[in-house]
């Protein structure tokens, strides 16, 4: 039987110098550490018991929940981003659990309505301090969620909780590597699954990706001829698209945390850039691929009829709320002091899964005869 003082030995002895190790993990609020796991073992679990991380499953991804049962949700983005992060982390000597952790917690703070939803409740909030996903996971795990006594929040590791502050980092210095690892497999996941949705969805048509770089040099290393594709084809594309990207973002990294010199975690701190990158060919290539995925799927008109509906819920619940704050419910009811109430009113409606949002948009609004 492993206890966590021989996990932590395991994690001494095996792991890179540079990488984070849970024996010297801190938390803001001082707690008994456990007998079988490591301090990031009981970070990922905290996350995962969450209510905001349930929630992921009814929330958008790039097609509303309802759409149909086959696209990615935020959940299942969230669990894909958990798997390269996890592969890239262990190839790279790194505490793979710590990435696991980030990596699961990343999108919790995302509203309904994928991030048309984002830009709708950052507008509606533009006089109240805004609204920012990777802020909004932050204070879910620091403040919304009500699990323990003695304190708010899930009272993660400093660790955790830095690897969540991936774009608020002033005077911070650079994250560590399996922030910085999340980072990037956050990217990686959702440019290959967004392509297999399009293409599944129709939205993109096969013919259209014959001038895209990306998608050719993959046809070319599978030896694939001609703009048609079957569902095989379109699932071995996409396999072998995420097990290239992982690939030369594990080789690519590897080469630069080599040529940085980098031997411990606070030498990754005091790096003048990230160190956890692509080649500049592939960045090029990705470069091209997502202004391809923003000419063709993101502003396709299906998704900015989503982007439409989003607005109208999103605007008129919240201008309800602030006009009859006695409808929202008691636990939000009880923030609402000390938050104030435009504020407890964005992190109720953040909290909304699609499928929500709507129910409580139509009750409000009726339907047209």
């Not at 309802?66 to 696209?71: P, Q, S, T």
């Not at 981003?81 to 000597?93: D, F, P």
């Not at 939205?203 to 990706?209: A, C, D, P, T, Y």
Request: charged residues 25%; contains cysteine; hydrophobic residues 35%.
């Amino acid at each position: 039987m492993f206890l966590r003082t021989d996990l932590e030995i395991r994690e001494a002895t095996t792991l890179a110098p540079y990488a984070t190790f849970s024996a010297a993990a801190q938390r803001k609020y001082p707690e008994d550490t456990s007998r079988t796991r490591t301090a990031f073992q009981k970070d990922r679990d905290r996350v995962l018991h969450t209510t905001a991380f349930r929630r992921l499953e009814a929330k958008t991804q790039l097609f509303l929940n309802a759409r149909g049962d086959h696209y990615r949700t935020r959940l299942t983005h969230t669990l894909e981003v958990q798997q390269v992060a996890r592969s890239v982390a262990l190839n790279l000597g790194l505490n793979e659990t710590l990435a696991e952790t980030v990596a699961l917690a990343h999108d919790l703070g995302h509203p309904p309505f994928g991030h048309a939803g984002e830009r709708i409740l950052n507008a509606l909030m533009a006089e109240h301090g805004g609204f920012d996903h990777n802020l909004q996971a932050h204070r879910i795990v620091t403040h919304l969620e009500d699990r323990y006594p003695h304190h708010p929040g899930l009272n993660l590791t400093l660790d955790t909780l830095d690897g969540l502050n991936k774009h608020h980092r002033s005077g911070l210095g650079q994250p560590g590597l399996e922030a910085q690892v999340v980072d990037l497999a956050d990217a990686l996941a959702y440019t290959a699954h967004d392509l297999d949705d399009g293409l599944r969805s129709g939205m993109i048509q096969n013919h259209e990706l014959a001038g895209l770089g990306l998608w050719q040099k993959l046809r070319d290393q599978l030896g694939l001829r001609g703009s048609d594709l079957d569902t095989l084809d379109r699932r071995l594309l996409h396999r072998e698209l995420l097990s290239w990207l992982i690939d030369e973002l594990t080789t690519s990294s590897d080469q630069s945390i080599r040529q940085s010199g980098v031997q411990s975690a606070a030498d990754v701190h005091a790096q003048p850039q990230k160190l956890i990158e692509y080649s500049p060919e592939t960045r090029s290539l990705l470069r091209e691929t997502k202004a391809f995925m923003a000419q063709k799927l993101y502003h396709h008109w299906r998704v900015e009829m989503q982007v439409e509906q989003a607005t109208r819920v999103l605007e008129t619940l919240f201008h309800a709320f602030m006009q009859r704050p006695a409808m929202l419910p008691p636990r939000p009811r009880r923030r609402e002091q000390a938050d104030g109430l435009p504020r407890t009113i964005c992190d109720h409606l953040a909290g909304m899964t699609d499928r929500y949002a709507l129910e409580i948009y139509w009750s409000l609004v009726p339907a047209v005869p």
